[in-house]
């Protein structure tokens, strides 16, 4: 079945420092990709999406590309700020599958000042 | 504002006590979904529904129902909740599945 792997966390920075989160992911068909983020104590938000191969999304600093040769959506910001502590999902959803979203086991990001 | 809203966002309830957790979203989307997520597990899909009175399970309906009688609901139903459904749950809407969700704010839930 469909799956997707992030790298293991938590994850601190020193703020300015570069993010690189790898996820990796297991589907038939070309799936669409996603980041998703949860703040504390909130629901999750979109960040960014791809819908097919070598697309890149990007938002608010964050950027990712559809490598479909590495099965990868490695999620990636130049810059971080502490405000961007909170808990990142990688997931997909693959074509003919109810719609449904899958998802990584997400990776907490800690920035401190 | 484009919004998905569920009721309540805290609830303490005591085994075998029926309840309903409210879903509703103002952007007229076909896809609605409910997730529950744990610690160490993620999240997971409980029941999905793609349109009005077409609802399917998920990867783990057991202990719950759904319905979808108007476009814009999508109550999550707890017949007869147990400890082991304590949990933060999510709805979700989508105007196309693929296109990413809108997602509540949550409902932690505790079954004591």
């Known amino acids: 079945g469909d799956s997707v792997t992030q790298m293991e966390g938590p994850v601190t920075l020193s703020e300015e420092a570069f993010l690189t989160i790898n996820c990796t992911y297991t589907?038939?068909?070309?799936?669409?990709l996603f980041w998703y983020v949860q703040y504390p104590g909130e629901g999750l938000q979109l960040l960014l999406k791809?819908?097919?191969?070598?697309d890149k999304g990007s938002n608010k600093g964050f950027e990712a590309t559809y490598r479909k040769e590495t099965t990868s959506f490695h999620l990636e910001k130049g810059s971080v700020q502490v405000s961007d502590s909170a808990v990142y999902f990688c997931?997909?959803?693959?074509?003919?599958?109810?719609?449904?979203?899958?998802f990584g086991k997400g990776i907490t990001l800690s920035v401190r000042p | 504002e484009a919004q998905v809203t569920q009721n309540p966002r805290y609830l303490i309830t005591v085994t075998g006590k029926k309840l309903t957790v409210t879903c509703s979203q103002n952007?007229?989307?076909?896809?609605m979904s409910w997730y529950r997520q744990d610690p160490g597990l993620g999240l997971r899909q409980i029941y999905y529904?793609?349109?009005?009175?077409?609802?399917d399970k998920g990867d783990v309906p057991e202990g719950y129902k759904v319905s979808r009688k108007e476009k814009r609901n999508f109550p999550l139903i707890l017949e007869s909740p147990s400890p082991n459904q304590t949990s933060l749950y999510f709805c979700?809407?989508?105007?196309?599945?693929?296109?990413?969700?809108?997602f509540g704010s949550g409902t932690r839930l505790t079954v004591v």
């Open positions: 979700a809407s989508s105007y196309g599945g693929r296109d990413g969700y809108t």
């Open positions: 589907a038939t068909g070309y799936p669409s």
């Open positions: 791809a819908t097919k191969a070598d």
């Open positions: 997931a997909l959803s693959a074509p003919g599958a109810n719609s449904k979203l899958t």
């Open positions: 952007m007229n989307h076909e896809y």
């Open positions: 529904s793609m349109n009005v009175e077409v609802t």
